[in-house]
């Protein structure tokens, strides 16, 4: 059994949060605003009014809401509405993960191209097919296994919080409701048929697939093989009989407001309907087989100039990382509501999404990473026993008001994708082995170093920095906040970056290196706090939901303008794995401004997919990438520097 979340002591709190702020209060008197003095004596003004008012009823109430809450006073209460589904924004790219997963050596590129140049049925190829049967059963299988204690017992910590979480991958589907979402989870094992079904869309058709017997275990590969064959022989003949799909898909990637209205008008057309959204609630998880743009090129929103999109496996990992995250030619091929969503093109490239609110994206990852660590079989390994082809389709009855919907959300779709700036970046130079071993610093803490110093580069200005720290110790624990951006990061990036004619700067790398140390040695002890449940931004939430401004209640150091500006995030980050079997995962920015940055640090390299909009013109993906990599190659030169050596380390590249 996990320990209970804790809530941490109100003074440690309300210290923690003064120091979070301290460089926000260097930074306006740099710029000519309040003193540093006034202003810290400003905030601890605020402080002690709170510690001396309000603050210990605000405390006392948070600890009676957390003995009243079976699981913990944060998730049973909060988390989900406030971080997730109260937020109207599409899903579409502004809350929904994406993982490429790296080519399976099993498949020969060979063969997966002269499929894709014959043409299949209707552009889906039976390699296609084959690796998305082969994953589908992998990931089925880790499934059964967890649930049989086979791998991750009840006995280890770990095994507590994977069973956990991971039935949140699995018959989850987020629903769309007036001001806030819901998440539904269908019981498994389960007599409700569609609990043991894949959500197959193939052409903006929906198919209900068989995965499991009626013993709820698992299908051999060659049975789904055999069931997803035949739903795509089905769109096939549809698609060459000249009918076309009603591309619902794309409704769920609209504004949440609009698929609520949408959604509650399209079932009540028909029980068709009905019955098959439900099915679609239900299903396990989604597949997405994608077939290749018709028209090999895209337009960048600024420019009337086609941009040349390779079909090669050779292009790289941006047009992979594209076609997972949705692209203008496979947006209604999703339903972005659903928790876990395989996705596969012709030339057996593949990846998942998935809706973020259930669950943080390293359980999903985990569970991808066990569904393609061993290759899909050659096709003379598969046999055709036990071929049951048991696919239902799952259609929709549509009226005009429907169709203009789908045409008016495909707009709002393509406009979100045009205008989304993702790119990965593979850094080989070195990983976290060169870090660890010779640097002697914690990588993780390093890379965010990186980013600042990257971003301060190309910005001339400082951000609130959100990096995610999970509290998996904890029952029920899922993230905490890791404020990146300290008044020790910020010395240090000033330093590195101060123009030359300031200071002798080929001479201080010794001093550059030490404030390095130290402002990593500061990120180390807040990653400790955050995991071990004594991070600020969930208590600081739960005491502010603790108010009562109907009854009068305020406080002044939730309403100075610092408070709201030390948790504007834009520079949202996470590092989820070392990532060997992915070739690169992404997060939207959440702010228009701002970027999201996922990173994967490996012992050798360190991948990152960064995020940003084209219509913002103080943000580029291309310059912040390019700009890690220039502080990525400095700090190891700074970092390289022995008693006897000065090491010239660039000046600011503004």
């Not at 998440?183 to 198919?207: E, G, K, Q």
């Amino acid at each position: 059994m996990l320990p209970r979340l804790p809530i941490p002591e109100l003074r440690k709190t309300v210290d923690r949060y003064l120091d979070s702020i301290e460089p926000f209060m260097l930074e306006e008197e740099k710029q000519g605003g309040m003193a540093y003095a006034s202003a810290r004596s400003l905030r601890e003004k605020w402080v002690a009014e709170f510690m001396n008012g309000i603050g210990p009823t605000l405390q006392e109430r948070l600890v009676a809401l957390d003995k009243a809450s079976p699981n913990n006073w944060l998730d049973d209460n909060f988390w989900i509405n406030k971080a997730y589904l109260e937020w109207r924004a599409p899903l579409l790219i502004n809350s929904n993960w994406w993982l490429a997963f790296k080519d399976d050596d099993l498949v020969s590129p060979t063969q997966a191209e002269q499929d894709v140049e014959g043409g299949g049925l209707s552009g889906i190829t039976p390699l296609q097919i084959r690796r998305a049967a082969w994953m589908t059963y992998r990931v089925l299988d880790f499934r059964e296994k967890l649930a049989l204690q086979e791998i991750h017992p009840h006995t280890t910590r770990t095994g507590v919080w994977m069973q956990e979480n991971t039935r949140k991958v699995f018959n989850t589907t987020r629903k769309p409701k007036p001001y806030c979402d819901g998440v539904t989870s269908t019981p498994f094992p389960s007599d409700n048929i569609h609990a043991r079904r894949l959500l197959l869309t193939v052409h903006n058709w929906f198919y209900a697939v068989d995965v499991y017997d009626d013993k709820c275990r698992p299908l051999p590969p060659t049975s789904i093989e055999a069931n997803i064959r035949s739903a795509v022989a089905d769109a096939h003949a549809r698609h060459q009989a000249g009918e076309t799909a009603v591309p619902v898909g794309v409704l769920s990637a609209d504004d949440r407001d609009e698929w609520t209205k949408n959604l509650s008008h399209l079932l009540s057309l028909s029980p068709v309907n009905k019955s098959t959204y439900n099915a679609v609630v239900d299903a396990v998880m989604g597949l997405s087989l994608d077939t290749l743009p018709a028209v090999p090129a895209h337009h960048h929103p600024n420019t009337e100039t086609p941009i040349p999109f390779s079909s090669t496996r050779l292009k790289p990992l941006d047009e992979q990382m594209h076609m997972i995250r949705g692209t203008t030619h496979n947006v209604a091929n999703r339903f972005f509501d659903k928790s876990f969503t395989l996705i596969v093109d012709p030339l057996t490239r593949a990846g998942a999404t998935g809706e973020h609110s259930p669950v943080d994206a390293l359980v999903p990852s985990i569970v991808a990473e066990y569904g393609i660590v061993e290759g899909c079989p050659t096709f003379d390994e598969v046999k055709a026993e036990d071929e049951r082809r048991a696919v239902q389709r799952l259609d929709w009855v549509a009226d005009e008001e429907v169709s203009r919907a789908c045409i008016e959300a495909k707009a709002r779709a393509d406009a979100l994708i045009a205008d989304s700036d993702n790119m990965e970046l593979w850094f080989e130079d070195y990983g976290t082995e060169w870090i660890k071993s010779s640097a002697k610093l914690a990588p993780d803490a390093y890379i965010q170093m990186v980013i600042q110093l990257a971003y301060y580069r190309t910005s001339g200005q400082f951000s609130a920095t959100y990096e995610t720290a999970l509290t998996r110790m904890f029952k029920s624990g899922r993230t905490e906040t890791i404020r990146s951006h300290t008044a020790e990061a910020r010395e240090w990036v000033l330093a590195m970056c101060a123009n030359p004619g300031e200071r002798n700067y080929v001479a201080e790398p010794h001093r550059l290196h030490a404030l390095l140390k130290t402002a990593i040695q500061k990120h180390s002890s807040l990653t400790r706090l955050a995991a071990t449940g004594q991070g600020i931004d969930r208590h600081l939430l739960g005491l502010r939901l603790m108010l009562r401004p109907l009854n009068g209640e305020n406080v002044a150091l939730f309403e100075d303008n610092l408070f709201e500006k030390s948790q504007q995030w834009k520079l949202s980050t996470s590092g989820l794995s070392a990532g060997h079997l992915f070739n690169g995962t992404g997060f939207g920015a959440t702010y228009p401004d701002g970027y999201g940055i996922n990173y994967l640090a490996a012992p050798d390299m360190i991948k990152f997919g960064i995020e940003s909009k084209h219509s913002c013109p103080a943000t580029s993906t291309e310059g912040l990438r390019l700009a890690i990599i220039d502080a990525l190659r400095d700090v190891k030169a700074l970092c390289s520097l022995d008693d006897d050596t000065a090491v010239n380390v660039p000046h600011s590249h503004l």
